[in-house]
């Protein structure tokens, strides 16, 4: 019975992949698009094809795990979250996968983060409320600037009307609720610390749900984007790590 369910719902799956490949190659309507139409055929070809190969490995992964339904059902969710947010940035021209993952290694060689568990990343948290920036000395040179300032849109509208999933599947989950409350304290305050956000991901999300790839992602991006802050806007001198006062002296 169990391999009966597992085979009809790699079906489904299937299916919805090949409906958001086709939506992908014939119409954009679901994501922002910038420069995508400045793109070679033979770009767009590989987009779709890198897409699919992506997809259907993951989903792969996820049939033969051992997971329960309600699990399973979870983890394609992240899965088909995590392919609208690399198309969001694809269509601006940026992998941003491998982008993030060059800047993670960037975190481990700085040492930053000590691996990249969750555990590692609840400590740089910690790391950061308590210093405010990253500790340098920050190496970094190259910023991109697509990744600085664009925020991903529609990420739930296309997981939905692209991939037929239920919308409450995408509420639901925990790191959509820890989205819904920074929302509302946007809505009340407008302006909020990054450390509020980092710490609702420290305090309620587990190490497991950290090293879900779209959640690492949403996370890395948001670490990316501090990183380049703490660099050039910051009230110490990132050369010498010394404050101005003590620079006078």
């Known amino acids: 019975m169990k391999k009966q369910k597992t085979k009809s719902s790699f079906i489904l799956t299937t299916s919805k992949l090949n409906k958001y490949l086709r939506t992908q190659k014939n119409s954009k ?10 793109l070679s055929s033979s770009k767009k070809n590989n987009k779709i094809s890198m897409l699919k190969q ?4 993951l989903l792969l992964l996820l049939l033969f795990a051992c997971q329960t ?5 979870e983890s394609e969710t992240y899965t088909y979250l995590e392919v609208c947010f690399e198309d969001y940035y694809l269509n601006y021209d940026v992998e941003i996968t491998p982008l993030l993952n060059e ?11 000590a691996d990249t568990t969750g555990a590692a990343y609840k400590m740089l948290i910690d790391t950061l409320a308590e210093n405010d920036y990253f500790k ?4 970094k040179e190259d910023f991109n600037n697509v990744a600085l300032y664009k925020n ?10 692209v991939f037929g999933i239920d919308s409450t599947k995408v509420t639901q989950l925990n790191f959509s609720k820890i989205g819904q409350q920074i929302n509302a304290k ?22 497991e749900e950290i090293r879900i790839p ?17 660099k050039y806007d910051r009230e110490i001198d990132i050369e010498k790590n010394i404050s101005p006062k003590s620079k006078s002296k």
Not at 54 to 57: A, G, I, L, R, Y
Not at 152 to 161: E, V, Y
Not at 190 to 201: A, E, G, P, R, T
Not at 214 to 224: F, P
């Open 29 to 38: 309507r679901y994501s922002i698009q910038v420069q995508s139409n400045n």
């Open 54 to 57: 992506k997809v259907f490995f």
């Open 69 to 73: 339904s309600e699990e399973v059902k």
């Open 103 to 113: 800047f993670e290694l960037l975190l481990l060689n700085e040492g930053h983060i």
């Open 136 to 139: 340098t000395p920050l190496k």
């Open 152 to 161: 991903p849109a529609s990420i739930i509208q296309c997981a939905t009307q």
């Open 186 to 207: 946007i809505e009340k305050n407008k302006d909020i610390s990054i450390h509020y956000i980092l710490n609702l991901y420290k305090t309620k999300l587990s190490d």
């Open 214 to 230: 779209y959640v690492k992602q949403s996370l890395l991006i948001l670490l990316y984007r501090w990183y380049f802050k703490s």
